[in-house]
């Protein structure tokens, strides 16, 4: 079994930074994909960032330039370092895990960016 615990989230104006954290435990594989999904009011859940175990990462359209993913494998961790962000962000940022065949998710961290 898997858990994730994501923490981070918070009430920012726009323009402001955030960074969100998910730390993973149990029996985690050697080569996974983390990353973080999110899901706003009255909106489906959309992808905003992954990564895979090698460091490739992968994004949203709608938060490139804007959000970076990382990981520190060893401390099976996944970071997602926002800044210039708009009231549009506002959403459940959730972090997921894929080793196949397994997915896993974590609770979720609200975002409010509002002044």
């Known amino acids: 079994q898997v858990q994730l615990v994501e923490s981070g989230g918070g009430l920012v104006p726009p323009g402001g930074s955030l960074r969100l954290s998910c730390a993973a435990s149990?029996?985690?594989?050697?080569?996974?994909?983390m990353g973080w999904y999110r899901q706003g009011p009255g909106k489906q859940r959309e992808l905003v960032a992954f990564i895979t175990s090698g460091g490739s990462a992968n994004y949203g359209d709608s938060v490139l330039g804007r959000f970076t993913i990382s990981r520190d494998n060893a401390k099976n961790s996944v970071y997602l370092q926002m800044i210039n962000l708009k009231p549009e962000d506002t959403a459940t940022y959730y972090c997921?895990?894929?080793?196949?065949?397994?997915?896993?998710w974590g609770q979720g961290t609200q975002v409010t960016v509002s002044s």
């Open positions: 149990g029996s985690i594989f050697s080569s996974n994909v």
């Open positions: 997921n895990l894929r080793q196949t065949p397994y997915v896993y």
